[in-house]
T-cell receptor
């Protein structure tokens, strides 16, 4: 079974500052990794994914994440945030052999302050 | 860009009533999923559907729940006898091949009174 931990439930950060949202996972099998963003009253939108290859992946809106297998982490980063990045961010894993269902973390609410 | 659609956006029902939540996945996708998100909590997997049958279901997906893909385009989730604790946002998702990302619909907010 897999599990995902997002330790920070809320992260306040000033506009144009860098941010890192942490994600750690636990799994007995190899996994694929995803970050999704949820704006208020909207569905989930993919930010980026790691399937294989380079451990540094770039996504939309200037976000990037690094897969660290030894630390079982997939932290999300952005060098300079905007007010419009205020949203809920979810890390998810799916196993590489099976139904590919997602196991989500509890989410991190990013609040960008002016 | 193709998208997953869900109807209705909001459904209010009384305890014990049956509800059907509808989804239209992206047309060339093969894997389909339902998730739910109780207010303030994380998104939870309910069921996956592939090749016209359920491929996996969670503990939440008990006998009160069922899914169908009746006509090759719609994908429905039925709750036979709703309970108060079924109140949540229900998301439908689809994936082209399972490996690549799932595309989520905007959700149906179900309120059971």
């Amino acid at each position: 079974a897999q599990s995902v931990t997002q330790l920070d439930s809320q992260v306040p950060v000033f506009e144009e500052a860098p941010v890192e949202l942490r994600c750690n996972y636990s799994s007995s099998v190899s996994v694929y990794l995803f970050w999704y963003v949820q704006y208020p009253n909207q569905g989930l939108q993919l930010l980026l994914k790691y399937l294989s290859g380079s451990t540094l992946v770039k996504g939309i809106n200037g976000f990037e994440a690094e897969f660290n297998k030894s630390q079982t982490s997939f932290h999300l980063r952005k060098p300079s945030v905007h007010i419009s990045d205020t949203a809920e961010y979810f890390c998810a894993v799916s196993d590489q052999a099976g139904t590919y269902k997602y196991i989500f973390g509890t989410g991190t609410r990013l609040k960008v302050l002016a | 860009e193709p998208e997953v659609t869900q109807t209705p956006s909001h459904q209010v029902t009384q305890m014990g009533q049956e509800v059907i939540l509808r989804c239209v996945p992206i047309s060339n996708h093969l894997y389909f999923y339902w998730y739910r998100q109780i207010l303030g909590q994380k998104v939870e997997f309910l069921v996956s559907f592939y090749n016209n049958e359920i491929s996996e279901k969670s503990e939440i997906f008990d006998d009160q729940f069922s899914v169908e893909r009746p006509d090759g385009s719609n994908f429905t989730l039925k709750i036979r006898s709703t309970k108060l604790e079924d109140s949540a946002m229900y998301f439908c998702a689809s994936s082209r091949d399972g490996v690549n990302e799932q595309y989520f619909g905007p959700g149906t907010r179900l309120t059971v009174t």
